[in-house]
């Protein structure tokens, strides 16, 4: 048989932009129902990526957009736990690992009551593209569990985190895929995930990123997603002759993407006037400086209490059940969760003149949302693009590991800067350079597409 691929009927070439993106997400809708936050996910990337496919035979006769938005893999497993009072518990834990065309799966492992296989699905696909921006060798995926950390004490998540290990660590290897943290999972829960592992495999190997510095993590992993946030905030600065310092910022959550992006937006010069979680949000107008920044650590991953204690704690406003998205800023930072900018955050943040808006959170705008802020002339860097510092370093670990060697700070965070420099060139080279604002959506998009689809085409069809 010949190695070349097959040329796409003619018919399929000829097709219209429009009907062909209809076309793909009728199929893919059609096979995951009730799905909707992988079809928002899938949507996204559609609108950019299905057009570009149109101008590569190879990739529509190999059916690449397709198997993209097909997981390789999906595992779902019992995680049996028992309370402090010996109760029994049943979660549901999962890993959906998307794409390996260009290495390993690799992704993070989120535990909260919501996650579910939709969920996981959008993760593990953006992350396939997002992976892919970094210009490293990782392939796509995403685990977790619809476990509630809240309330539980040191000894139920180490159980928890055992539980979960117990089955996963079949499913995964330093070759094969590797998870790291996301929301609920942090370096204590990598620790003890990565004490399992070792347990039931015995084997010190570099299964996991965003382990603890004494057993083989990285330094600047624990920052990177915020700084990476920052970075690439400042890049589209420059990019339009501005910079970060002077400008009033509003910044969403207040774990671990949220807090590390206000230390460098603290650094740069910026003031950051918001913090939030899921019951409410602070507004500080005075800034949150290092030391209000240093309390939120602590009561964040040490007491493990709510954003509401800053307002009695400071000279600030808590707003309970609400949103940051009103307050008067320069620039925003979603950096809590996903779809926490809807049409009316939208509007709300065009009208207050905010310049850009670089997206910590994995998919936190409606796909309203964001064309409302783009066409309201908003730059924004979408989340694919801008959280991907985390994973690059996550990256640069398994590097270190592999070496058998520890980079220093410096190192690690020069690397960073590169790397988040090149995925904003990258995305306006593909995100139309010559219009009056780049769309760093689509040159995201397409630019992290043309890697992986061609790693596929070039694979044949595995
Ligand atoms: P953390 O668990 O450290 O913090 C999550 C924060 O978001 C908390 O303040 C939490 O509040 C808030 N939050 C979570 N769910 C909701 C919700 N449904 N509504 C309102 N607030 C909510 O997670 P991370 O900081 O690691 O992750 C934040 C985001 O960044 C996620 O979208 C994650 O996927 C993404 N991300 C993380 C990376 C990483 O390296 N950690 C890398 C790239 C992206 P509460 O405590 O009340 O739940
Ligand atoms: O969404 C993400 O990129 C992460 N949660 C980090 C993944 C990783 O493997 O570091």
């Known amino acids: 048989m010949s190695a070349q691929p097959r040329l796409a009927p003619k018919r399929a070439r000829a097709k219209n932009p429009q009907a062909a993106i209809d076309s793909y997400l009728n199929d893919v809708a059609a096979r995951n129902p009730g799905e909707p936050e992988f079809l928002q996910a899938v949507q996204e990337v559609a609108e950019h990526v299905v057009p570009f496919a149109l101008t590569r035979p190879e990739y529509q006769s190999l059916k690449v957009l397709e198997r993209l938005a097909e997981p390789d893999r999906l595992i779902s497993f019992r995680v049996t736990w028992q309370d402090d009072h010996g109760v029994t518990h049943i979660n549901r834990g999962y890993r959906v690992q998307n794409n390996n065309a260009i290495g390993p799966y690799k992704g993070g492992i989120r535990f909260h009551p919501s ?45 928890f985190c055992q539980a979960f290990m117990s089955e996963l660590f079949r499913h995964i290897g330093p070759d094969t895929d590797v998870p790291a943290g996301d929301i609920g999972v942090g370096g204590r829960e990598v620790g003890y995930m990565y004490g399992q592992y070792k347990k039931l495999t015995n084997r010190f190997e570099g299964v996991l990123t965003g382990k603890g510095m004494a057993f083989g993590g990285s330094l600047i992993r624990p920052e990177a997603t915020g700084y990476g946030v920052v970075y690439m905030m400042q890049n589209m600065l420059e990019h339009m002759g501005q910079e970060v310092a002077g400008k009033t910022c509003v910044v969403s959550g207040s774990g671990n993407v949220a807090t590390y992006c206000v230390e460098k937006l603290n650094e740069l010069g910026g003031k950051v006037v918001t913090l939030s979680d899921s019951s409410g949000f602070i507004y500080d107008p005075h800034g949150i400086d290092a030391e209000k920044l240093a309390w939120v650590m602590d009561l964040k991953n040490v007491r493990r209490g709510r954003i509401s204690e800053y307002a009695d704690a400071f000279d600030a406003e808590f707003h309970e059940g609400k949103r940051p998205w009103g307050v008067m800023c320069d620039l925003a930072f979603p950096c809590a969760t996903q779809n926490e900018i809807d049409t009316k955050d939208a509007k709300q943040l065009v009208r207050n003149g905010v310049l850009a808006v670089s997206e910590g959170a994995n998919m936190p705008s409606t796909p309203d949302a964001t064309h409302i802020m783009m066409e309201g002339g908003i730059r924004l860097a979408p989340s694919k693009a801008a959280n991907a510092g985390g994973v690059a370093v996550s990256g640069l670990e398994m590097s270190q590991n592999s070496l058998r060697y520890n980079w220093t700070r410096d190192e690690v965070d020069q690397k960073l800067r590169a790397i988040m420099a090149d995925i904003h060139e990258h995305c306006v080279t593909y995100g139309e350079p010559k219009a009056k604002s780049v769309n760093y959506l689509k040159g995201a998009n397409v630019a992290g597409f043309v890697k992986v689809a061609d790693a596929m085409v070039a694979q044949g069809l595995v």
């Open 115 to 159: 996650v579910n296989a939709s969920i996981l699905k959008f993760l593990a696909f953006e992350q396939t593209f997002k992976n892919s921006l970094t210009s490293l060798p990782m392939g796509g995926g995403k685990g977790g569990a619809n476990f509630d950390p809240k309330g539980r004490s040191e000894s139920e998540i180490m159980r």
